[in-house]
């Protein structure tokens, strides 16, 4: 009781939330296979956090997309900006320059968007190895 003779009740609930997961065919017979002796409380987990894996990928491969298309984007808005800015060369001299600036940032995104590439798949290979890690972690009877 407070100092207006009013108790205080403190309650606390846990609640439990529930995430419906599509297990694709493939996850699933990985699993099956890989796991035969494993119970299924294990198995289901395991499908899950694969699962989630394989959705983080795609949405990182989305992002690693849209910021390729971005810099294209980009690079062809400056390419165009530099040849309609020299509008005093000769229409030869334009399209060549066009082409070098063209060509220039074009070889710069592939390198970029190669560079983007490996580094989801080190991310993706880097996430592989933790969840199999996890999930080979000795486990703790309780």
């Known amino acids: 009781m407070n100092d207006n003779n009013i108790e205080?009740?403190?309650s606390v609930e846990t609640v439990e939330s529930i995430v419906v997961v599509e297990i694709s065919s493939q996850t699933d017979e990985i699993v099956e296979v890989e796991m035969a002796g494993e119970t299924d409380e294990v198995k289901r987990e395991t499908k899950a956090l694969i699962e989630a894996l394989r959705r983080r990928a795609q949405a990182e491969a989305e992002t690693a997309g849209t910021f390729t298309r971005e810099t294209y984007l980009n690079a062809v808005r400056?390419?165009?900006?530099?040849?309609?800015?020299?509008?005093?060369?000769?229409?030869?001299?334009?399209?060549?320059?066009?082409?070098?600036?063209?060509?220039?940032?074009?070889?710069?995104?592939?390198?970029?968007?190669?560079?983007?590439?490996?580094?989801?798949?080190?991310?993706l290979q880097n996430a592989a190895k933790a969840a199999w890690e996890a999930f080979n972690a000795p486990r703790h009877q309780g």
């Open 8 to 10: 205080i009740i403190e």
């Open 78 to 123: 400056k390419a165009r900006a530099a040849i309609e800015g020299e509008k005093i060369m000769d229409k030869d001299a334009r399209l060549e320059y066009f082409w070098v600036v063209f060509k220039d940032e074009t070889e710069k995104n592939w390198h970029l968007m190669m560079k983007d590439f490996v580094d989801f798949s080190v991310r």
